[in-house]
């Protein structure tokens, strides 16, 4: 992914609805990738995570959907809550490298 | 377990002054990271180190140094700041190659 601008793409949904935030990665050689949670003034947190031999992964309330062949990752999260508000990053990591490449971050919105 | 410690939260300089920032990681791990997030963008990677020694660096100058302890803990230098240096800086560690990294809640430097 690639960081630019200084406007983050804007997700806003209402208290129990579901959210989808969606990620484009560059790199065909990427064999793993990440989606982070980052609340204003606090450090990203690990949200879910899945390796490219997968093309699901379920975690609570959280889904990480992979599609290799468009470099496509997406973060479903189920009955959002005002507490999921932030901005969240995917990055993604180069088979035999460890540096993880964060995309530019999408915020969302939950109201109440 | 703790998790990863920065330090300090906030430091202040002036332009052309040294700053250091200072990263604790979780106990176990090996590999530290650190990446700039400047107000409103993603997450630019700066450098990499693990058992010691560096592995990677991003696109900076190298004004940007940093260094491992044998503790694994690591600092990161900025020389000759510069006021576009002004960013929150976040550390991160993972335990081996393959493996999630988690973030401190970073410093936040000001160059005035």
């Known amino acids: 992914g690639e960081s630019v601008g200084l406007h983050l793409p804007t997700l806003s949904v209402q208290e129990g609805d579901n959210s989808i935030i969606n990620c484009a990665y560059s790199?065909?050689?990427?064999?793993?990738f990440i989606w982070y949670k980052q609340e204003s003034g606090k450090g990203p947190q690990f949200i879910i995570d899945?390796?490219?031999?997968?093309d699901k992964r379920q975690g609570q309330r959280v889904t990480v959907l992979l599609n290799k062949t468009v470099k496509h990752l997406s973060l479903q999260i189920a009955a959002t809550q005002p507490g999921d508000s932030a901005v969240y990053f995917c990055?993604?990591?180069?088979?035999?490298?460890?540096?993880?490449?964060f995309g530019k971050g999408t915020m969302l919105l939950v109201s109440p | 377990e703790a998790g990863v410690t920065q330090s300090p939260t906030h430091l202040i300089k002036t332009r052309g002054q040294q700053a250091t920032l200072r990263c604790s990681p979780i106990?176990?791990?090996?590999?530290v990271y650190w990446y700039q997030q400047a107000l409103g963008l993603g997450l630019q990677f700066l450098l990499w180190?693990?058992?010691?020694?560096?592995?990677n660096r991003g696109n900076f100058p190298p004004r940007f140094s940093g260094r491992q302890f044998p503790n694994y803990s690591s600092e990161l230098n900025v020389n000759a700041l510069e006021l576009e240096d002004s960013a929150l800086y976040l550390c991160?560690?993972?335990?081996?190659?393959?493996?999630?990294?988690?973030f401190g809640q970073g410093t936040r430097l000001t160059v005035v």
């Open positions: 790199n065909s050689a990427s064999d793993y």
């Open positions: 106990s176990g791990h090996t590999s």
């Open positions: 991160a560690s993972s335990s081996e190659v393959s493996t999630e990294a988690f």
């Open positions: 899945i390796r490219s031999n997968m």
């Open positions: 180190y693990d058992e010691g020694e560096e592995r």
């Open positions: 990055a993604d990591r180069l088979s035999g490298y460890s540096t993880l490449t």
